[in-house]
């Protein structure tokens, strides 16, 4: 047994531990960068994806904006319907009538998951086109249902009331984007050009929330990611950075996650802690 198999058999471990000691579900998949080596845990399944949707929506955007259909520069006035049913970000608390660019939007969607923005993006797409272009890349268990999340839904709703994703899904997407910065073929797979390939990873680098993937690593550390907020539970994938190379890809899905643990803690607290735990013995054992 090499060492680098009995690095990633110790990981495997560790991981599995740390999900065992749960009782709601934790789906994930990590890629190690400096080997390909993956270990999974029901990566495959169909899980909700929050706002982690948005990657595929930047990416279809921005497949738009290389084919001439849609602009960086496009001026968009912020209006009133675009804060209706929106529970996240911060220009939902601002005045309407301001003017963001395409870009801005873009831009707030990603780094600060604000659904104004994400409004903004999306009503310049369909679902179907969205969904067409899932599909086109092979995010085949990626399922997109709505413009903005039903705010009403209940804590257990069913999965076909939400857009859905898959950890293998998500890890696949932000692998292309990573290869794109210099393969041209991955680059093309996406449908865009490098530039717009390396506007998207700095945006994920741009994402300032520090909860889940962030959260147990070293402060200065380079992670290009996007996490979600569900009824059911919490979630973050991305790319970490160590000495700045890439080190390895992880997305993680919590579901059934309670309102409130047997301790009296909220649920939504120990799923991102969970999370936090997956990425540092990654970021350790790898």
Known sequence: ???TTEKTEATAAELAKICDAQDFTIRFKVKNLLTGETIERGATEETPSASTRKISIMMAALKAIGEGRLSFDEKIVYEPHHAEQVASGVLRHMTPGMVLTFRDAIAGMITLSDNVCTHMVFERLTLEEVQAYCAEIGMIGTHHRFLIPPIALPHDHPLDAVTVTTAADQVMLLDTILAAQ??????ARLGISQELSAF????????VLRYGIHSRL????VIASKGG???RGRMDAGIVYRDGAPLFILAV???GVPLTMPDGL???????ETI?????ACFTGL
């Open 229 to 231: 907020r569900g009824k």
């Open 266 to 272: 909220p649920g939504y607290t120990v799923a991102l």
């Open 276 to 280: 936090g735990r997956l990425a540092r």
């Open 253 to 255: 899905y919590t579901d």
């Open 1 to 3: 047994m090499t060492e």
């Open 182 to 187: 210099t393969d041209a073929a991955a680059s």
């Open 218 to 221: 070293p402060f200065d550390t």
């Open 200 to 207: 998207a990873l700095k945006m994920l680098k741009s994402q």
